[in-house]
């Protein structure tokens, strides 16, 4: 079975522009979760969709933005980039919404400019 | 969710049992441990969990105290492969579960 699956691996912008990543579950697993990493704050919880619905949400600006789509693939928006923004983000999934463990893909290197 | 405790660093030489501790004094009785580590440039990769019985799979084996204060996880015979930075984690299995806090870890290191 594939693993989760995240594009691109690697992206340069610079600030002030908006980027969209995207991850691609595991089969059957209806939730995405969405991290960010950096070596200052660590691993960093964005959100969680379950459903294409947004069910948890970290302590983000409102310019970090997601959506899941009824294939459960996801997708996350940052807009107006700023320097403090590139970092490792990664998507992770599991089937439900109970606490079956979290499944991670190898992220996407933001690197803003 | 409960704060967890790691020390920063360990080593450990191949071939030879890796025994990875942490505390989570705090923890509730609805709460689970959880192990995860990663792999440079790689995304954590979930390794074992347990409630309060002693767990074990094809990677690694887990020790919960009976006060479920403490935990350690054992690699029954550490490779060079599994130079990683391990994550305890403590969460609930409710609505909230894909929230995972992670804290500093320990980096472990394994030799020759």
């Known amino acids: 079975k594939a693993g989760v699956t995240q594009t691109p691996r690697y992206l340069i912008k610079t600030r002030g522009q908006q980027v969209t990543l995207s991850c691609s579950p595991i089969?059957?697993?209806?939730?995405v979760s969405w991290y960010q990493q950096t070596p200052g704050q660590g691993l960093q919880f964005l959100f969680e969709?379950?459903?294409?619905?947004?069910?948890n949400k970290g302590n983000f600006p409102g310019r970090f933005s997601g959506r899941q789509f009824s294939n459960s693939r996801s997708e996350m928006n940052v807009s107006t980039l700023e320097l403090g923004d590139s970092a490792l983000y990664l998507c992770?999934?599991?089937?439900?919404?109970?606490?079956?463990?979290?499944?991670f893909g190898n992220g996407t290197r933001l690197t803003v400019t | 969710d409960a704060k967890t405790t790691q020390p920063p660093s360990m080593d450990c030489a191949e071939g030879r049992a890796a025994n990875l501790p942490c505390n989570h004094s705090?923890?509730?009785?609805?709460?689970?441990v959880y192990w995860y580590r990663q792999i440079h440039s790689q995304g954590p990769q979930y390794i074992i969990h347990?409630?309060?019985n002693n767990e074990t799979n094809e990677m690694a084996s887990l020790i919960i105290t009976e006060d479920r204060k403490s935990s350690t996880l054992i690699l029954p015979h550490a490779t060079l492969r599994d130079t990683a930075v391990y994550y305890c984690?403590?969460?609930?299995?409710?609505?909230?579960?894909?929230?995972?806090?992670f804290g500093t870890g320990t980096r472990l290191q394994v030799t020759l």
């Open positions: 992770a999934s599991k089937v439900g919404q109970g606490g079956s463990p979290l499944h």
């Open positions: 089969s059957g697993h209806r939730s």
């Open positions: 969709y379950f459903s294409e619905t947004q069910r």
């Open positions: 705090t923890i509730s009785g609805n709460e689970y």
């Open positions: 347990g409630l309060k």
């Open positions: 984690i403590v969460r609930v299995h409710t609505g909230t579960a894909s929230k995972l806090t």
